[in-house]
């Protein structure tokens, strides 16, 4: 008798377990369809102006008309991105707390001790949605005219080699770094504070060259200030077919700047895919292909894995510069 009952139990008992899990599936898809029903914030890791704030703002004002939904831009400036991302980290897995990773973000494993999250793991990645190469630029009283003539006077010259950037740690500092491994030279740092400075350095002739972010580069190059010598992307650019790609003098070299939209980690599914699709459509308009092309970049839409796999593959690729270059932060 005693067993009977029990036994009733235990029927009773997955039959409510399954009843939850019955209805668990419908809710979830309830949830999905109804997302998003209040407002939604997308946090940029930098402060008003500049590149991941303009991209925050041209994805909010589309997602705000496809989703008949304020989204919010919330600047969160400051520590190379580290305060953002500790934000997002940190927010409800819901979709209503996105976030704009750039290369900056998986960089910071390779030159911050202790970083307080994993770039990636501690995220969901949804899509990239631009990727920027650089541009080597020289004083056009450099003797180097062509890719070709520039390696091979880093390999040869007898004198002291300098090279500039934005900052340290940043992708000019980082590419820099990688010519001298490949090119098995060594040319010092020199950090400016700032894209403008460090341009200013190289036209006054404070330094020898400088990997710069196309935009501005090709500014002063149409300008005559500088000379175009090399884009860091891996072939040349559609819109500057004259100009070679390093790649070209020095197979393997590839520097591109990137720029994304995660969620923190644990995004539901059907979450993921509802931002991910609405993100990916407009990426692929032609509207925004014609702006990502003024700025000097491609658009660029990839699944959740692929930008995973992405992103651990930059982590990677970093760390290993800056130990085998023994960079200095």
Not at 83 to 102: M, Q, R, V, W
Not at 137 to 154: G, Y
Not at 221 to 230: C, N, Q, T, W
């Amino acid at each position: 008798m005693q067993n009977m009952r029990n036994n009733s139990r235990l029927v009773k008992g997955f039959t409510v377990i399954l009843a939850a899990l019955g209805l668990a599936i419908p809710l979830a898809q309830s949830q999905a369809a109804d997302f998003p029903s209040r407002p939604v914030r997308i946090i940029t890791p930098a402060a008003p102006g500049g590149t991941t704030d303009f991209l925050a703002r041209l994805l909010a004002g589309h997602l705000n008309k496809v989703w008949n939904q304020q989204v919010i831009v919330d600047n969160r400036g400051s520590a190379s991105g580290v305060n953002g991302a500790e934000i997002t980290k940190d927010s409800l897995p819901d979709g209503y707390t996105l976030f704009i990773p750039y290369h900056q973000h998986t960089v910071n494993a390779a030159i911050i001790p202790k970083l307080p999250y994993h770039p990636v793991n501690d995220f969901t990645p949804i899509s990239q949605m631009t990727a920027a190469g650089l541009l080597l630029v020289v004083n056009p009283s450099h003797p180097a005219k062509t890719a070709k003539d520039f390696v091979q006077w880093t390999k040869t010259t007898k004198e002291p080699i300098n090279f500039g950037s934005a900052g340290i740690g940043s992708g000019g500092h980082l590419a820099g770094e990688l010519y001298n491994l490949m090119a098995g030279i060594k040319s010092q740092h020199i950090p400016y504070k700032g894209t403008g400075p460090a341009a200013v350095g190289l036209i006054t002739g404070e330094y020898h060259y400088n990997f710069m972010g196309l935009a501005g580069a090709f500014t002063h190059v149409r300008s005559g200030k500088l000379r175009g010598i090399a884009v860091s992307n891996p072939k040349r650019l559609s819109n500057a077919p004259d100009i070679p790609a390093m790649n070209e003098v020095l197979p393997g070299f590839e520097v591109v700047g990137w720029y994304g939209v995660a969620a923190p980690a644990k995004l539901p599914k059907l979450i993921l895919t509802k931002i991910h699709g609405d993100i990916a459509a407009y990426v692929k308009s032609a509207e925004f292909a014609k702006i990502a092309d003024s700025n000097g970049s491609e658009p660029v839409t990839n699944s959740p894995e692929v930008f995973r796999q992405f992103m651990l593959d930059d982590m990677k690729k970093w760390a290993d510069v800056v130990k085998r270059s023994g960079a200095k932060f």
